[in-house]
């Protein structure tokens, strides 16, 4: 593990299939997680992207499990962004 | 502080007041604490004791009573096997924010490696998940042991 780590530990009265469905369902994060939609087809390498109210704020890549918030030169973001918009319509989900 | 020391916080809907009543109260305790009976006047220099089925388990004494915002004892776990270790501190700090409360455990002063570190980082999540649910619902949870996937996984 990457260290530092942050290890969270908790219990929550519930199935595993409900509790899978709260972290990967974006209709459901969206109403814990402070209006954030959780966004990915979920296979192994896809990209997760983070949504609050419609507008891609983070770009999470499984490798190594640290995320990336687009940021930097204008042009460069531009680009990022349309990859990950490009990303986003070939997994067929709607983006902004 | 000192290290190694173990720090869990969460969000619970309720008030300050119910969640100091929760840690104090022995009545209460045994609902949610996995039977574990909190027994103290809670003053400041105060011994306190947690007892399960009459049976004490962890001796303390108080060391900071602020109601309803700050609670500190020492922790000796009554087993011959943590004997040798020094005394452990436990520190609760309840903060109102807005409808909920956020509540910050931290135990420290605690040997690195030994047995009371092993044991209160598996420990304090339950307590503290089913602190939670008891304030929130009225119930608390039932936690099975890990099931052997569970354990080679963690191994993992």
Known sequence: ??????????????????????????????????????????????HVSLAI???????????????????????????????????LKKMGIATP | MSKPEFVYTTYIETSAEKLWHALTDGDFTERYWFGHRAASDWKVGSLFRFAKQGKPTIEGKV???????????????????AERERTSRVTF???????????????????????????ISGGWPMVLASLKSILETGRVLTIDPPSNVAKERSRA
């Open chain 1, 53 to 87: 109210n419609g507008l891609v704020r983070w770009h999470l890549q499984r490798m190594a499990g640290n995320f990336v918030e687009p940021q930097g030169p204008a042009s460069r973001e531009d680009r990022r962004r349309k990859r990950m918009l490009a990303a």
């Open chain 2, 63 to 81: 060391l900071e009573s602020d109601p309803p915002r700050r609670l500190a004892y020492t922790w000796d776990p009554c087993s011959t096997d």
């Open chain 2, 93 to 119: 700090d309840i903060e109102p924010r807005g409808k909920v409360v956020k509540l910050t455990v931290t135990h420290d002063n605690l040997d690195e490696g030994g047995k009371t570190f092993r044991d």
């Open chain 1, 1 to 46: 593990m990457l260290k530092p780590a942050f290890h969270y530990v908790s219990y929550v009265e519930t199935t595993l299939a409900e509790l899978w469905e709260a972290l990967t369902n974006s209709a459901f994060t969206t109403r814990y997680w402070r209006d954030t939609s959780v966004i990915s087809d979920w296979k192994v390498g896809s």
